[in-house]
């Protein structure tokens, strides 16, 4: 089973993947700080406004926007006293903060609110903070202006206005003139900011960022999409591969198996066709002609009783189980065969041991065939030790067989486990095949090595079983 690789259009696909997630939220991060920065300096300037607004109602009020009698103004009406004095008021107003504002309003002689000089700069207008580009804006502002002043004219009363003209925002306080009672001018003052959003060209770069972004971030989200897919879509082909070639292996198996089988078959089958044309052509071979052909047909019988125990071994249930138990039972049905041949059967069960999914009748098999084959090479006496012990390293349990044989040689070491494969003159070599079949059935192993002091030891592992899984069929 190879290890989880991606292939390279995917590893280029998760890099692209990655890189444009981090491009995005690089640029989301810096579009959300330079709108946080612009926010907070829009922040400052309304608290600027406010403050000025403050400052032209605490000291402004006395001057252009509070209501003025001017009584020592008498009709006809001297304007340009009028006027002088009303300039001054303005440019006195004007000084207090460079954000105020202020002129008057005379519709006998002005069509427009006035706006005064300032005394820096007795030529121009006042209208210095606006840019050569605002000035359509500003034209706008003054209309503003204009409409309060006019108001306050017609209505003889103190007017007082807060309102948004993009790109300002502005305080307008507008009052009338009474000379004689009757209304012949109007003041005003004004504090105004340009909101910083008006100011700031960024921010339509801002939007595109953010928008660019959240594009980015989207269409990273559906790369992801795509990818998981991708990865999916190749973990199942893996896996259908895998399925296959495990059945390619199977089915190689079985191929070697059957050609083992009808090798084994042929040389019995070959001995009574032997014995029945000799019988044909009148050879009288008498009881041991008989004694052959049955020998012959046990023979068979052996083989085929063997092989049935491969397909017990492939399609046995699992159930959570003691091998202690196994072990203990593979002991007691060893003890006659054992005590003809005066072997002596040792039993050593650790306690305690991990339960194990297991097919008792399966793992019976297997001990029987190791304590057979131990009590074949020990057929003047010796001891069989079964033992079982926890697996320190896997965790599992570990079964063995040991004997007092002449143990395993390099060459049987290398084959033991092939089907067939036997030393034996009445052997099947079957045995060994079997058990291991049945060891790997329950997701264990089985091993086969000489003792330090003589004899061969076969030693069974299988894993402990899990929490909660499910008894389930073997593969
Ligand atoms: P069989 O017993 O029919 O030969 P097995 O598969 O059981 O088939 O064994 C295969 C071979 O492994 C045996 O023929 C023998 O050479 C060797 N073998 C098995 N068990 C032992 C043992 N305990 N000691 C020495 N050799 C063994």
């Known amino acids: 089973m190879g290890r989880f690789r991606l292939e390279a259009p995917l590893a280029i696909e998760v890099g692209a993947v990655v890189l444009l997630f981090a491009a995005a939220l690089g640029t989301l991060w810096y579009t959300s700080t330079a709108v946080v920065e612009r926010e907070q300096r829009r922040a400052l300037a309304h608290g600027r406004l406010k403050d000025s607004n403050d400052l032209l109602e605490q000291r402004g009020k006395d001057a252009l926007a509070a209501v003025r009698e001017f009584p020592d103004y008498v009709e006809p009406v001297d304007w340009s006293a009028l006027e002088t004095r009303l300039t001054a008021e303005a440019v006195r107003v004007r000084a207090l903060d460079s954000s105020i504002e202020g002129g008057y309003y005379v519709p006998s002689r002005h069509d427009r609110p006035f706006i005064p000089a300032l005394p820096s700069d007795p030529r121009g207008s006042n209208d210095t903070s606006v840019d050569e580009d605002m000035s359509l804006s500003a034209r706008n502002l003054y209309d503003h202006v204009d409409t309060q002043v006019d108001a306050a004219f017609r209505k003889g009363t103190e007017l007082s206005v807060v309102e948004d003209v993009p790109p300002y925002t502005i305080a307008i306080r507008a009052a009338p003139v009474r000379v004689g009672g009757r209304v012949v001018a109007a003041t005003w003052s004004m504090t105004r900011l340009v909101d910083p959003i008006f100011l700031d060209q960024s921010a339509r ?22 990818l998981a897919r991708t990865v999916r ?14 059945r390619g292996e199977r089915l190689a198996a ?18 009574i066709r032997g014995i029945t044309q000799l019988w044909r052509r009148g050879v009288d071979l008498g009881d041991e002609g008989f004694d052959h052909l049955i020998d012959e047909v046990d023979r068979l ?4 009783s063997r092989l049935l125990q491969f397909t017990r071994a492939d399609a046995q249930d699992l159930a ?11 002991a007691r049905l060893t003890e006659a065969r054992a005590a003809e041949l005066g072997v002596r059967v040792e039993v050593d069960l650790a306690p305690d041991l991990p339960v194990v999914e297991m097919a008792p009748p399966a ?25 079982t012990r926890r697996d320190s390293v896997g ?20 084959h033991l486990f092939e089907p067939f494969f036997t030393t034996k003159a009445e052997g099947t070599g079957l045995g060994l095949a079997i058990a291991r079949e049945i060891a790997l059935a329950h997701r264990g192993e089985l091993k086969a090595e000489n003792r330090p002091d003589g004899g061969a030891v076969f030693t069974l592992t299988i894993p ?3 929490a909660a899984p499910k008894a389930g069929r073997l593969p």
Do not use: C, W
């Open 320 to 330: 959570p189980g003691d091998l202690n138990a196994v072990v203990a039972e593979a």
């Open 395 to 414: 965790g599992g349990v570990l079964a063995s067989v040991a004997d007092r044989g002449p143990g395993l040689s390099k060459d049987v070491l290398a």
């Open 233 to 246: 879509r190749q973990a199942s082909e893996r896996e259908r591969l895998r399925t296959e070639l495990r």
């Open 464 to 466: 402990a079983y899990k």
């Open 301 to 304: 019988e052996e083989i085929v």
């Open 254 to 271: 079985l191929g070697k198996l059957l050609a083992g089988v009808a090798h084994e078959v042929r040389n019995p089958l070959a001995g």
């Open 363 to 387: 793992l019976v098999q297997v001990f029987r065939n190791l304590t057979s084959n131990a009590l074949q090479v020990m057929p003047r006496g010796g001891v069989i030790a079964l033992t």
């Open 205 to 226: 770069g801002y939007q595109i960022f953010a928008g660019l972004a959240l594009a980015g971030i989207a269409l990273s989200l559906l790369l992801t999409a795509r």
